[in-house]
């Protein structure tokens, strides 16, 4: 089993920055994809940066996150960040952050990030 607990969430004046963080614990072994997802109001979850470390490291992000978000990783803390920099009110929204270990696909409990205008 693995646990993801997400942090960092929290409002935010359009501009501004925020560092999300999703620390994972359990049967980790086996990661390959590790990411972040969003669900605004209303809509459906979607990808906004994602993380395969399968070989060479690769990077995927949302044409909409592109140039303000970036995705990293602290291996020795197994943690994955989402520092979201220049947000805008589009950016509002729950953010729940994923793991794939081997083909099984885990989810954190979501942090809530709110960008006013």
């Known amino acids: 089993q693995v646990q993801l607990v997400e942090s960092g969430g929290g409002l935010v004046q359009a501009g501004g920055s925020l560092r999300l963080s999703c620390a994972a614990s359990?049967?980790?072994?086996?990661?390959?994809?590790m990411g972040w997802y969003r669900q605004a109001p209303g809509k459906q979850r979607e990808l906004v940066a994602t993380?395969?470390?399968?070989?060479?490291?690769?990077?995927n992000y949302a044409d909409s996150v592109k140039g303000r978000f970036t995705i990293a990783r602290d291996n020795a803390k197994n943690t994955v960040y989402l520092q979201m920099n220049s947000l805008k009110p589009e950016d509002t929204a729950v953010y729940y952050c994923?793991?794939?270990?081997?083909?099984?696909?885990?989810w954190g409990q979501g942090t809530k990030v709110t960008v006013s205008s």
């Open positions: 994923m793991r794939r270990v081997r083909s099984l696909v885990y």
């Open positions: 359990g049967s980790i072994l086996g990661t390959n994809v």
């Open positions: 993380m395969s470390i399968i070989g060479t490291t690769t990077y």
